[in-house]
């Protein structure tokens, strides 16, 4: 059992490093979070719009279409005074849009003709542009009711015109932000994980080759593969520590997700979030293998950091792949681990249903690469060249 | 006691990709450490020192040759050398944010004594060192004195029979070079084998009773102080050493 006084002291040695405290305390589970998860929020509010909300828009000219600004008023639109330089206003921002009517507006109406109105719009800013797509919406409802009365007045169907009646479905339950959302998860809670073992990782393996500490320590009565054994303990535990934490802060920060724009379908309630650590929970082991054997590979912290850093993007490509490819045989790459917690974990957050085979064949294939790695990180403390 | 006996050792070269391109570091090194004596195996910087000691403590594995710590093989009884052997190195390789004592400890620990145990063989080493000035500070700030016996305290901790030093006393003033000196007398007195190695002749000469003069790789000579001088016919022993290595004084 001297693998556990290995595993303590570790445990003990590295909480007093505040680089290895800081990345699984704080940096996976607090900022990466508030970084990845903030902006998503904030990128997808810029992207919807809210009709229900009253807005005001600047109007040049309201005067001169007075059942226009009625239309507009019944549709959460407050008319508001233009500024003097409608194009200046758009431009610096000051004004999101402003929509002038132009001086013919009323007498063209009135002779059946196409009625003028410009928007001024600045498509390089985001609120703008969507602002623009409301009111723009808004004036084309406003155009089928005349187009309607003008052809009632000279006694056609409207319907003659609507020669296509186009319904659309979106039979995902998630839309597209939901996908990236559901994929979330996934991301922060390996790629916090990969950094809660870090430093540790290094510091216990190839930290202690550099400050010549494993010299002294491999001439010690015990045995390499306790050795090995107590630093993948401790590593373990940091990688585990850091991934309750990401859970955590993951639950909290869904909460403050608004629920329409995670579309019906996903699910961030705590029972799924505890799902989701169960389902990744066999890649702690996984991970904390690597780290400390790939560590082990190498003479100094700075080798073993270009090491992981590179290796960093294992741990990141299922997110980008499964990003691209929809993979129709999900039991092929079950046994595969990274890539099957990452559909068991999408298939969590969706609500989907788990075949208990996927589950057996995720954790059995990462319990075997993990005894793989261990196996070799042990060997690899067995050669003499660990100390050269 | 240590009976080292033709051990030979080589390395890839460094940088070299072809596989038999080796660099032979020792070669024909035979020795005897008795117990109750100090041995001093000298040698130049790159004379296969540390490679020898390497071997001795089980570190590295030798290509030819054998070596028996108090009756157990090195390749053979691999555990029972190392709890016989108490092995400092030349970098005390101390942990820097754990304290002296918690570094005592933790050796303490790994060679199976139990959590109270361990905590009393601290404190007696804490105290046969004279380290309880500094015992639970970091050793982030030590001093390459204060290192030096917390590496050799941890490396007493199991209570070997044979000790081992690699070049102890580098970096050390001349304070502490001198308590060092007391410390390895004493244990040598107390009926330890005590084997260190040094480059440095005043430091052998004022402390050996027997010594092994080591060059490439090779035992040049190996006999008590008086014996080198009367072999070499030299008064002084560093001279004695030059002549030992086959150099002319």
Same mark, same amino acid.
Do not use: C, H, W
């Given at each position: 059992m001297r693998f556990l006084v290995v595993m303590f002291k570790e445990i003990i040695d590295n909480l007093r490093d505040?680089?290895?405290?800081?990345?699984?305390?704080?940096? =996976?589970?607090?900022?990466?979070?508030?970084?990845? =998860? *903030? %902006?998503?929020?904030?990128?997808?509010?810029?992207l919807s719009i809210d009709f229900d909300q009253v807005t005001p828009l600047a109007v040049v000219n309201a005067e001169l279409a007075p059942n226009l600004m009625t239309f507009l008023h019944s549709n959460n639109i407050d008319v508001v005074e233009a500024p003097d330089e409608p194009e200046k206003a758009v431009r610096r921002g000051d004004s999101p849009v402003v929509l002038k009517v132009m001086p013919s507006f009323s007498d063209a109406l009135r002779a059946g003709k196409p009625a003028p109105l410009t928007l001024f719009v600045s498509d390089a800013d985001k609120k703008s542009t969507r602002e623009a797509r409301k009111v723009v919406a808004l004036l084309n409802a406003y155009e089928r009711t005349i187009n309607a009365l003008r052809m009632q007045h000279r006694g056609i169907d409207p319907n003659v015109f609507n020669s296509l009646d186009i319904s659309?479905?979106?039979? %995902?339950?998630? *839309?597209? *932000? *939901?996908?990236?959302?559901? %994929?979330l998860l996934p991301f922060l809670l390996i790629i916090s994980m990969v950094m809660g073992g870090f430093y540790l990782a290094i510091d216990t393996t190839a930290g202690e080759r550099e400050r010549q500490s494993l010299e002294p320590l491999l001439s010690l009565p015990l045995n390499r593969r306790e050795l090995v054994l107590g630093k993948f303990g401790a590593t373990l535990c940091f990688v585990a520590l850091s991934g309750i934490l990401t859970s955590i802060s993951v639950f909290f920060l869904f909460q403050f997700f608004p629920t329409d724009l995670i579309g019906g379908g996903l699910h961030f309630d705590a029972p799924t979030i505890f799902k989701s650590f169960l389902v990744a929970s066999p890649l702690i082991a996984f991970i904390a293998a690597v780290l400390i054997t790939v560590s082990a590979f190498t003479r100094s912290s700075k080798e073993a950091q270009t090491y992981l850093g590179v290796l960093m993007v294992i741990p990141m490509a299922p997110f980008f792949i499964l990003q691209?490819?929809?993979?129709? %045989?999900?039991?092929?790459?079950?046994?595969?681990?990274?890539?099957s917690q990452y559909q068991l974990l999408e298939r969590t957050v969706l609500g989907d249903p788990i075949p208990a085979l996927y589950i057996i064949l995720s954790a059995g294939g990462t319990f075997i690469a993990t005894a793989f790695m261990l196996l070799v990180a042990i060997r690899l403390y067995s050669r003499d060249r660990i100390l050269m | 006691m240590i009976r080292a006996t033709q051990l030979k050792k080589s390395f890839a070269k460094p940088g070299s990709s072809k596989k038999n391109d080796k660099v032979l570091a020792v070669q024909e090194v035979s020795f005897t450490a008795e117990d109750g004596q100090v041995t001093g195996l000298l040698g130049p910087n790159g004379a296969g020192k540390s490679t020898t000691l390497r071997m001795l403590a089980t570190l590295i594995k030798p290509d030819e040759g054998n070596a028996q710590i108090d009756g157990f093989d090195v390749q053979h009884n691999i555990q029972e050398v190392r709890k016989q052997l108490g092995f400092m190195p030349h970098n005390a390789g101390i942990y820097p944010r754990l304290s002296a004592r918690e570094n005592i400890h933790y050796y303490a620990r790994l060679c199976g004594l139990k959590r109270s145990d361990a905590r009393q063989r601290a404190n007696e080493l804490l105290q046969q060192l004279d380290m309880e000035s500094f015992a639970d500070r970091r050793s982030a700030g030590f001093s390459q004195g204060q290192r030096t016996k917390v590496a050799l305290a941890r490396a007493l901790v199991h209570s070997p029979q044979t000790l081992m030093l690699d070049e102890p006393t580098n970096g050390l003033d001349v304070m502490a070079t001198r308590g060092l000196r007391n410390i390895i007398r004493d244990l040598a007195k107390q009926g330890h084998c005590v084997l260190f190695s040094s480059h440095i002749m005043q430091e052998v000469s004022a402390l050996c009773d027997h010594i092994a003069i080591i060059s490439d790789g090779k035992i040049a000579m190996t006999d008590s102080?008086?014996?080198?001088?009367?072999k070499t016919g030299e008064n002084d022993l560093e001279d004695a050493f030059v002549r030992a290595i086959g150099e002319t004084p």
């Open positions: 505040k680089q290895t405290v800081f990345y699984a305390l704080l940096f =996976g589970p607090v900022l990466m979070p508030l970084i990845l =998860g *903030g %902006s998503i929020i904030i990128s997808l509010k810029q659309r479905e979106d039979v %995902s339950r998630d *839309g597209a *932000g *939901g996908q990236l959302l559901a %994929s691209f490819v929809t993979i129709r %045989s999900e039991l092929a790459i079950m046994p595969i681990p990274m890539m | 102080l008086e014996g080198i001088k009367t």
